[in-house]
Structures are given as C-alpha cells and as structure tokens.
C-alpha cells in the first residue's frame, strides 16, 4: 500500500483566495482525520469521518472551513477565503477501528497564505 | 479539548547517551500511543500501550504507561543520531474515535 497520499505538498496562495486540499486514505480504513499542525498549538483535530459521515467537526476553526468525503478513497479540505492566519501544515490521516490502535499519517501539505 | 503536557520540550544530547521523556495528563486514557515526526513528513507510529504499569520495549526504546493511565513515559538507551525528531505522545479516550497529542519533544542527537 502506497500510504496515505496528500497533495499538494506545499500551497503558497494570496488572502482571500479558496484552498482545497485533498487526502487519499489507505485501502480499507474506516477513519479519516483531518490536523492541522503549527509550532504555537501543535497538532489540533479539526475534523473526522467514520464510513465518509463526518462524526465531529468541533474543531473546524469557522465557516471558512469545509471538509468532504464523497467516496472511501478521496476527502478534501477546502478553506474560503483564505487568511494569513490559516497558515500551517495539514495533515490527514487514517485509521482501521478509530484511533485506538494509531493512525497512519500523510506527508502534509504546508499551507502559507501571503 | 484534553491536556497532553510533554517534558522536556526540547532536548539535545550526544550520541551514546541515555534520555526519558515524559508525558503527563489529568485525563485517563484507554490507550496511549507514541509517535516519531521527521522534518517534512507526518507522525509515524512507535508503539501502542494500552494495560496500566505495561512496558512495551522496541529495540532501544523502552515505554512504560502509568498505572492510573494517565502518564506515559520513554527512554532511549544509547542514543544514535537517527533517533533525532519530534516526539509525540497521544491519547485516546474510552469510546472516543479521535486522539489528543500532546505538546512534543524535539530530540537533537549531536554525533
């Protein structure tokens, strides 16, 4: 299995514009999970699937995020419009049976927003 | 939004030496896993532990989880540069599908 596949790896954007990300999990997960990761607050859930339902979403910063799983291979992560302070790394990652056995993570993509 | 402090934040050592890094919550936790980030890449899975007072050992690494389950710790014996990374602690709670990480440490290994 080729892992957890994010693109794009790295996203410069100007404020105001739309940023999707996109994840593909690892065959047979059931868990997908969305992070977001900064030097300040370290790793912070933003949003997770079960079967693509989206089960929690508390920790989606505002409206301006948005996140889908329209089939078991594929989720994105869309911000709109964009802010500075939405600069970070990304990360999904998934699982088989929740967290409590360890997720495998992506590579990232690192976000700057100018 | 449950509290994982890490200690030390950071730390750098030499080769060959002996290092434990801690990680400390209020909360209890039905398991709780470490993980190795590498600049540029994610977390990658080391070790899960889910018994309290269990020890897991994997080749020069040693995790303990606390009795009460709410602390973990991690010790690397003869440390080698190829152990420099970040360091994180998670933990996952009864029933809960998602996991909370704790702060880091960020191990330097000076040849």
């Known amino acids: 299995d080729a892992g957890v596949i994010q693109s794009p790896r790295h996203e410069v954007t100007e404020m105001g514009q739309e940023v999707t990300l996109r994840c593909k999990p690892i065959?047979?997960?059931?868990?997908l999970f969305w992070y977001r990761q900064t030097m300040m607050r370290g790793l912070e859930l933003l949003i997770y699937?079960?079967?693509?339902?989206?089960?929690?979403d508390s920790g989606m910063p505002e409206d301006r995020f948005s996140a889908k799983m329209p089939n078991a291979s594929f989720s994105t992560l869309k911000i709109q419009p964009s802010e500075p302070r939405d600069s970070a790394v990304y990360f999904c990652?998934?699982?088989?049976?929740?967290?409590?056995?360890?997720?495998?993570f992506g590579s990232g993509t690192r976000l700057t927003v100018v | 939004t449950q509290l994982l402090e890490q200690s030390p934040q950071f730390l750098s050592i030499q080769e060959g030496e002996n290092l434990t890094v801690y990680c400390n919550s209020s909360s209890v936790f039905s398991s709780l896993q470490w993980y190795r980030q590498e600049p540029g890449e994610g977390p990658v899975l080391l070790v899960t532990v889910v018994t309290g007072g269990e020890v897991k050992k994997l080749k020069r690494l040693t995790f303990q989880f606390g009795d009460a389950r709410k602390d973990s710790s991690l010790h690397i014996t003869a440390a080698q540069t190829g152990d420099t990374g970040l360091y994180l602690c998670?933990?996952?709670?009864?029933?809960?599908?998602?996991?909370?990480f704790g702060t880091g440490t960020r191990l330097t290994v000076i040849p």
């Open positions: 065959s047979g997960h059931d868990y």
């Open positions: 998670a933990g996952g709670e009864t029933g809960a599908n998602n996991l909370f």
């Open positions: 699937f079960n079967n693509n339902v989206p089960i929690d």
């Open positions: 990652a998934s699982s088989f049976l929740g967290g409590g056995w360890g997720y495998t």
